[in-house]
Nanobody
Framework: QLQLVESGGGLVQPGGSLRLSCAASGFTLDYYAVGWFRQAPGKEREGVSCISSSGGRTKYADSVKGRFTISRDNAKNTVYLQMNSLKPEDTAVYYC????????????????WGKGTLVTVSS
């Protein structure tokens, strides 16, 4: 069964950090660009960050630049999202998704989606 599983969400105080993981099973992520998305209550889903299959290209939403870092470990078939200096407005369900693509990454036409992990930033 082909699936992506997110983990690492939870409750954190403003200014704190979390690291999300996106693990693939049933297929190898080596040939896939991977993106992180989030959806806050009452809002549309938005692309947060993405990374190319080689890891050589990354993109970030303006709202998270300088605070979030995406990385991948293809040997572990896992992509990570390190989130620092978290703000209450970062509260959302975070999803990872994969698209078979070389050289770059985008926030559309994803092939596989995870079920999400909840991040709550609150004091």
């Amino acid at each position: 069964q082909l699936q992506l599983v997110e983990s690492g969400g939870g409750l954190v105080q403003p200014g704190g950090s979390l690291r999300l993981s996106c693990a693939a099973s049933g297929f190898t992520l080596d040939y896939y660009a991977v993106g992180w998305f989030r959806q806050a209550p009452g809002k549309e889903r938005e692309g947060v960050s993405c990374i190319s299959s080689s890891g050589g290209r990354t993109k970030y939403a303006d709202s998270v630049k300088g605070r979030f870092t995406i990385s991948r470990d293809n040997a572990k078939n896992t992509v990570y999202l390190q989130m620092n200096s978290l703000k209450p407005e970062d509260t959302a369900v975070y999803y990872c998704a994969a698209e078979r693509r070389d050289y770059t990454c985008y926030f559309y036409d994803m092939d596989y989606w995870g079920k999400g992990t909840l991040v709550t930033v609150s004091s």
